[in-house]
């Protein structure tokens, strides 16, 4: 029985009764007549205005997907995929969702928390009907034969090119682990999905083309492969279309451009499809010639609605940062990633394809320098000299030159924004008005988001003031409601870059200590500086000769040179200041331990007697008390010196100095006698026995013992020799064989005995 249920859904077969004649017959798992006769409402995206009448519409008709969608999903496995293969009301009401439900960027939802909780609840069940559909096995009784289930998702085109498009901008920001494990399974059990992907490139393209000539613009390989007809009417600019066509054109680029990055971030291998016909340098050429122009309409047109100008304009930033970063990964997924992986052996082909993009991409100003001010080109240089020792420098340096020139001619310093992943966001919303979170758990925050270029505070770029007076000027002459002093705090804030002060102000995304402002804030106007004689600081300010603060001054006490009726003896002579030092240090001398105090009626006792500062650790100890000492070494005070240049001259006390001076060189001299100075040669056996005694030191530091000396010599020949001497000879004849050439006969016997020589 165990094994029946492990039969892929496939190969089972099941009875069931026959509706015309009753009787039980025998049909394969998934047949359509297994299918339950359900009608699946279309979606329908919620109102607009906002009416009573169409939101109780809307959530009447939401409430019966939800509720078909939740019974779909506790469905039997079996159950489950005949609905899904066969019910074809089913597949348009998913595919309804995937067309009208809200992206990121629109708008258009109302704040009804009942319209709100509805589009959460069909957000998640659409995507867990989709997940549902992706997964081939559910557990180890539920599964289909990967062959099987890549020839029925596309066979019964229950997923498609479209589709995945349209999940990975709904879903993809919230669930991209989720989302990215679904498509690779959908590709790896049905590689014909990989040629449908093949031929959408031309779609893509194409779009790219039909964008262009909406603005009167061509690329140039369009224009040399496609020539102009006779006759044919010059396409309006963006600057003639009307309002409403410049707004669909707008809608269509913000849209193209979301839906690719997507992919391109969610499934890493569709970047090789595209670029395998050269789609980054298609998508160059056209950031090149459209995204200018139509930055330019959007921006100089006079718009009756300012609320709609403002929406195009974020929608247009949006896009255009979606491109860089578009381009940015085709480069990464094609030419990085496999060399910092090192998991091909011709790594030398992907290098030759990064430089190969780069030098045909140097002719696109405006996109180089937009791309290398989000993805540094030169970080990615110095990555692949690391992977590549190999790397052809001139080359290298060729690209980095050649975007320098891009800055310089585009016009715009070149200062950084930090890399995009890491700048912060603003969200897009949840399909509905921006509202963060569209579903909990596994369709949370599953849209697209809206990144605003940011700058960071400690990026900015020192400007000087004629720069910064023209980027006041720049952004006043498109605000001039603005005061000059609100607009040079919001370019400190944005790091001196006036686009993004235009793009938030225009968006109303000020930071919150810009929007507490006043917007109407002047200009603050200039401190004058004080004096310089009035901030200085000197060590003779306010003396008798400041001339700075005193009016007048005593120039009798000034004067040049010597002094009318003086000499310079007399001068040195006089030594009145050094009496005056005198008196001073004679004060130190009087040492008094207990100051007396006078009372009235004459009392006198000492003051001070309790002084909390008191250490009283050693009271209990009688210190001195045992010693022999007199008293009068333990109560007298050493007695006070006078400095030497106070001394006027030979006074009481200098006769006991002198005798003290005399002991102490008595006592040098005593310990100068033990060391002969004037000893030239000195013994040289005290000298052999130091040397020996140093030497033995040193020896036992090292921990090496001296071989004991032999008696070999002996006493003079024919007197004997003693027992020592025979030992220590008959020891040396042994062991001589170990230094020199003394082992010659030993060896030489040793050959002879292994027949190595003659005999």
Not at 393 to 406: D, H, K, N, P, W
Not at 446 to 472: I, M, N, Y
Request: proline share 5%; with cysteine; glycine share 6%.
């Amino acid at each position: 029985m165990a094994t029946a249920q492990r039969v892929p859904l496939d190969e089972q077969q099941t009875t069931e009764p026959d509706d015309q004649t009753g009787r039980e017959r025998v049909l394969p798992a998934l047949h359509p007549a297994r299918m339950e006769d359900r009608c699946f409402v279309l979606y329908q995206p919620p109102p607009v205005t906002g009416s009573a009448a169409e939101v109780e519409a809307f959530l009447e008709q939401a409430q019966f997907i939800a509720e078909d969608l939740d019974w779909l999903l506790a469905l039997p496995h079996d159950r489950f995929w005949c609905q899904v293969v066969f019910d074809e009301s089913l597949q348009k009401c998913l595919d309804s969702y995937l067309r009208l439900a809200p992206r990121g960027l629109d708008c258009t939802l109302p704040a009804s928390p009942a319209v709100m909780d509805m589009q959460k609840h069909l957000h998640r069940s659409v995507f867990m009907t989709f997940l549902r559909m992706a997964t081939h096995k559910e557990s180890k009784e539920n599964f289909i034969t990967p062959a099987v289930f890549g020839e029925i998702i596309y066979n019964n085109f229950l997923f498609d090119i479209p589709k995945i498009l349209d999940l990975c901008v709904l879903y993809g920001k919230g669930n991209g682990h989720l989302i990215q494990k679904m498509i690779e399974n959908i590709f790896n059990q049905q590689p014909s999905y990989y040629s449908d992907l093949d031929e959408t490139v031309p779609t893509v393209l194409q779009v790219l083309n039909t964008i262009l000539e909406r603005c009167g613009l061509r690329m140039e390989e369009a224009a040399s492969s496609e020539p102009l007809k006779l006759g044919s009417t010059t396409t309006r600019t963006a600057m003639e279309m009307s309002t409403k066509d410049l707004e669909d054109l707008v809608l269509y680029l913000c849209d193209t451009c979301t839906t690719l990055y997507a992919l391109f971030d969610i499934f890493p291998p569709a970047c090789s499809a595209f670029q395998s016909h050269g789609f980054l340098s298609r998508l160059a050429s056209f950031y090149e010639l459209a995204v200018p122009d139509i930055e330019k309409a959007v921006k100089k047109r006079n718009f009756d609605d300012k609320s709609l100008q403002e929406d195009l304009w974020r929608r247009v930033s949006h896009s255009r940062k979606k491109i860089i970063e578009i381009a940015h990964l085709l480069i990464q997924h094609t030419c990085l990633q496999p060399i910092l992986e090192n998991s091909s052996e011709n790594i030398h082909l992907f290098v030759e394809d990064f430089l190969q993009i780069f030098t045909s991409l140097l002719q696109e100003k405006s996109f180089l320098a937009d791309y290398d001010e989000q993805f540094p080109v030169a970080d990615d240089v110095s990555l692949l000299q690391q992977a590549f020792p190999l790397l052809d420098e001139t080359r290298t340096s060729y690209i980095l030159q050649g975007i320098e020139c891009a800055w310089e001619s585009v016009g715009r310093k070149k200062h950084r924004l930090p890399p995009s992943r890491a700048t912060p966001e603003l969200n897009e919303g949840d399909g509905a008005c921006g509202e963060r979170g569209l579903a909990d758990g596994l369709a949370g925050g599953a849209e697209a988001q809206l990144d605003e270029p940011r700058v960071d505070k400690g990026a900015a770029c020192t400007v000087s003031t004629g720069e910064l007076e023209s980027l006041l000027t720049h952004v006043k002459d498109l605000f001039p409601d603005l005061g000059e002093g609100f607009i040079l705090a919001c370019l400190q804030e944005y790091g001196n870059n006036s686009e993004i002060v235009i793009n938030n102000i225009l968006e109303d995304n000020l930071s919150p200590a810009l929007a507490k402002l006043d917007h109407n804030l002047p200009r603050p106007a200039k401190e004058e500086k004080p004096p310089i004689l009035s901030c200085r600081s000197n060590v003779f300010d306010d003396d008798e000769f400041d001339v700075f603060n005193r009016d007048q001054v005593d120039t009798s006490r000034i004067w040049r040179g010597r002094r009318k009726g003086e000499s310079a003896r007399a001068l040195l002579n006089d030594k009145t200041h050094i009496a005056d030092q005198r008196a001073r240090y004679q004060a130190y001398q009087i040492v008094v331990d207990e100051v007396p105090v006078v009372k009235d009626e004459g009392t006198t006792f000492y003051g001070d007697d309790y002084d909390d500062e008191y250490d009283d650790t050693y009271d209990d100890n009688q210190v001195g008390a045992n010693d022999r000492d007199e008293d009068s070494e333990l109560l007298t005070r050493r007695p006070f010196t006078t400095p030497m240049v106070l001394r006027s001259g030979r006074r009481e006390g200098d006769g006991e100095d002198e005798e003290n001076e005399d002991e102490e060189e008595a006592e040098d001299e005593e310990k100068n006698d033990a060391v002969k100075r004037d000893q030239f040669v000195q013994d040289p056996a005290v000298l052999r026995e130091r040397a020996e005694a140093r030497r033995a030191a040193m020896w036992s530091r090292r921990g090496f013992k001296p071989e004991p000396s032999g008696n070999v010599a002996g006493g003079p020949r024919g007197q004997g020799q003693s027992k020592e001497t025979v030992l220590e000879r008959r020891k040396k004849e042994a062991n001589k064989s170990a230094r020199a050439n003394h082992n010659r006969r030993v060896m030489a016997d040793r050959k002879r005995s292994k027949a190595m020589i003659p005999f």
